[in-house]
């Protein structure tokens, strides 16, 4: 009677196991062996780090002076865990594959939300009811162009299976956005992590076209 092959028309046990869903199960599994069952971005990004106290997969940035924050979601509001939300933590955990947040392979991405829709989730629902009135829209920087105080960057939508090409200018003093980071942008403000700090940080943003980047026109550009 393990619900595999236990059948039966009438009442007590078998009622219990005929809701037993194999499909659903095995994509509630997958989900969570790869951190998506509690993380939107974790869809398209890999977690870098276990958390040290409840070993869930989650984000992390670390500087120069070895501190570190732990972060379930990447992008406005940056989440932080909430086990690791404690200067105790601020130098423990375990890393996964060193500290670059690597972004996954298309077909990964696309067994993952399959997984998702067979389980009956609803990533960007399940992250606008957590953050409130949060829009997940996450890119990742491919070059930046410093100049004076301002920072010109190219950056790809990273849920866009078709590579969607994104250019944005920003000002700041301190700041210097890197290649390979990620941040969100709603419209009229980017957010990123500051990496000396490990603060998030808010910029007033407007788009640029490809030729004010420096760049001749490209195919997917916005």
């Not at 997958?30 to 998506?36: M, R």
């Not at 969607?164 to 390979?180: D, H, K, M, P, Y």
């Amino acid at each position: 009677m393990c619900g595999w092959c236990f059948k039966s028309s009438g009442g007590g046990n078998g009622n219990r196991f005929a809701a037993y869903d194999p499909q659903k199960r095995a994509a509630e599994g997958l989900l969570k062996e790869h951190g998506a069952d509690r993380s939107w971005a974790a869809s398209y990004v890999i977690p870098n780090a276990f958390c040290p106290v409840c070993s869930e997969k989650v984000f992390f940035y670390q500087n120069a002076f070895g501190s570190r924050v732990y972060f379930d979601e990447l992008g406005w509001p940056w989440p932080k865990h909430p086990c690791t939300d404690n200067s105790a933590y601020s130098r423990s955990g375990s890393i996964i594959g060193g500290n670059a947040i690597v972004r996954r392979k298309r077909g990964q991405i696309a067994e993952i939300l399959a997984a998702a829709k067979t389980a009956g989730l609803d990533p960007i629902a399940a992250f606008r009811s957590r953050y409130r009135d949060a829009r997940p829209s996450l890119y990742t920087v491919l070059e930046v162009e410093r100049k004076g105080f301002e920072n010109r960057v190219e950056a790809e939508l990273i849920t866009a299976a078709a590579g969607e090409l994104l250019f944005l200018a920003f000002t700041s003093a301190n700041f210097v956005s890197q290649v390979g980071e990620y941040f969100s942008f709603d419209g009229a403000e980017s957010s990123f992590v500051d990496q000396n700090t490990l603060v998030p940080v808010k910029f007033k943003t407007r788009k640029i076209t490809v030729e004010e980047f420096g760049k001749p026109a490209v195919q997917g550009a916005q």
